[in-house]
């Protein structure tokens, strides 16, 4: 894939109206890009695995997109649950429903808020700071560098991150959950008197393998889509620091439109055409 | 052996070069002068394909560089050093590790090799004491010569050098311009050297090429640049106080 360094447009808009369309076009180009970059780089991986210092780099990813957010990762993961204990109890204890407590926790953790605030954290911590460190790198001509030596930015620079994310992502999903999992219950707990035992035993009843599998897998594209569009977001800096401001900016809203797009998408196929 | 046919390039419809044509002969050194923003850098970037021209053509001998892709395109960069303005180390490898990367990555060249290969290259730009630093912790000027080394490592037979010696103290900018030219005499390598260093570019040059505002404003060798009768050159000599006999002391 070639990076391009240019606008995509030659001449200043004459209207306001071509203006606002150039920005829908630009948005959908950008989108399409960064799926191919991300194609790209999930194609490198087994060579990035294959060789030693590619490894290594992989590696320092996955400490970056893994380690470094964790305890982030972990107060998110908890309060979700928290507050999710509070509001559902609140809204079942008027039933005197509070026996579903663990299932309605775990079901929504597991299904949508798990991966979703995984997502948001990611995108926020480590999608950003990839546009940003590889947007210093393309205004820098550190990109255009290694382009020249013939070293593939995708294979070098995106492969890694993006496969770091990649792996990374639903991993602290799945940690996102089960803290968030005994938040809910904590809250139970303490104020609304549902034992605990009672809250886990109802939590882990619910928990079907096609839940983990539509979360995980979830949290997988969101990985995917964070990596990639902060790669893309990243090799297309223009104009200096302003520019990388703005690419680190667009890579997390950008990440957050899909992150709402795919989270919809995904569970409209599995909850919905499958088993009506 | 290298030619722009007619190069205009815009950005968000402003033209920086306006139908650039010129030639550079193999085992030639032609230095490329003028004002700040005039498009020398972006010249140079359109010989390695990082821009592609608005409209107009870039040739590699019979390639055309402006259309290449794919192989062709590796092909025509594998023929190229190219130091950037900025120098473009990158951040995480050390001074030496940095010369060493189109060795390791792209060549895969054996251990021993790439060593023997780097201390050269470090030894030619007077860098070898700074060869385990990192790019952070050295000065502009330094990472300048890194950039240098790493561009003329791979043995490239055209070296494009932007602005070489901007920066760089006025003992060590006549190091490097001599290296250019050695590097030039030894290994034949034709060279495209952007420079604000106008005496140095006459002592070293073969022909001079000077830029203003899109166009090509002079092209010539050096004896006849500096006695140039055209205003734009003459305002350029002028403001740098520099006169013919200047060339005596030809490198
Ligand atoms: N990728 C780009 N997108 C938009 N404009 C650009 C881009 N690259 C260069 N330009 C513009 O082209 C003009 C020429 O830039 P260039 O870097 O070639 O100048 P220069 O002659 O090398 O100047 P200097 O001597 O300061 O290095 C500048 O006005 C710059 O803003
Ligand atoms: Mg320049």
Redesign the interface.
Known sequence: M?IT???S????PKWQVEALRRHVVTFFANVGHAGRLAVESLACLPGVLARG?SRASLVRQLYVAGIRTLPVISVVGLFTGMILGLQVGLALSQFNQESLLGATVMLTLIREMGPFVTGICLSACVGSAMAAELGT?TV???V??L?????SPVK?LAAPRIGALLLMSPILAFYACVLGVVGGGLVGYTQLNVPFQQYMASAISIAGVKDLFVGLLKATIFGVVIGAVGCHEGFTTRLGAVGVGRATQRSVIISFLLILMFGYMVTRMFYFEFSV | MIRFENVVK????RAVLDGVSFEVAKGEVLAVVGPSGTGKSVTL?HL?R???P?SGKVWLEDVEISAA?GRTL?AV??R?G?L???G????WLTVAENVA??L???LRLPDGEVESRVAEALAAVEMLDAADRYPAEISGGMQKRAGLA?AIV?HSDIILYDEPTSGLDPVTSVTINRLIRRLNRERGITSIVVTHDLQGALLFADRILMLKSGHVVELSAPETFVRSTNPEVREFLDAQFITPDLLEKKL
């Open positions: 070639r360094r240019e606008p447009y030659e001449d200043a210092d790198m820098n001509d550190e255009a560098a382009e020249i030596m013939s070293i070098y | 815009r950005f968000d419809g970037k390695v990082l821009l592609t608005t892709t590796e960069r594998e190229f190219y950037f303005q900025g473009a180390l990158l951040g990367l189109p390791r990555e792209r790493r791979r």
